[in-house]
């Protein structure tokens, strides 16, 4: 696990909103700077890696094993969808529109 700064801004400042373990694994902060949400720390995976050196011919080729890997890894991401599920439920009974960015293989849709 590595303690990261915004993907937004840069901010080194957050405050903390849920601990791990209550909306998800990973403990979720808030950008005092701009007010992005994101897990922090987070483990630093091969998802950082494949990102900074993003081939897209590699990808294609590969592409079984890729999205193999993928969906294993987001599944166990969603392990606590049904606590996540009645959070959302609980917080906002009267429902509506909820748009979700990085999504991935939405699991949690």
Known sequence: METSS???CGSKD??????AGIAQ???IVKCVGCGLLYANPRARGADVDLIKDYDANWVY????TTNKWRSEKESLQVRDYDSTKRFLAEK??????????????GYLL
């Open 92 to 105: 906002f009974p009267r429902r509506g529109t909820l748009v979700e960015i990085g999504c991935g293989l």
């Open 14 to 19: 957050y405050s903390i909103l849920f601990e």
């Open 61 to 64: 080729e590969h592409r079984e």
């Open 6 to 8: 915004c993907n937004l």
């Open 25 to 27: 694994i990973s403990r």
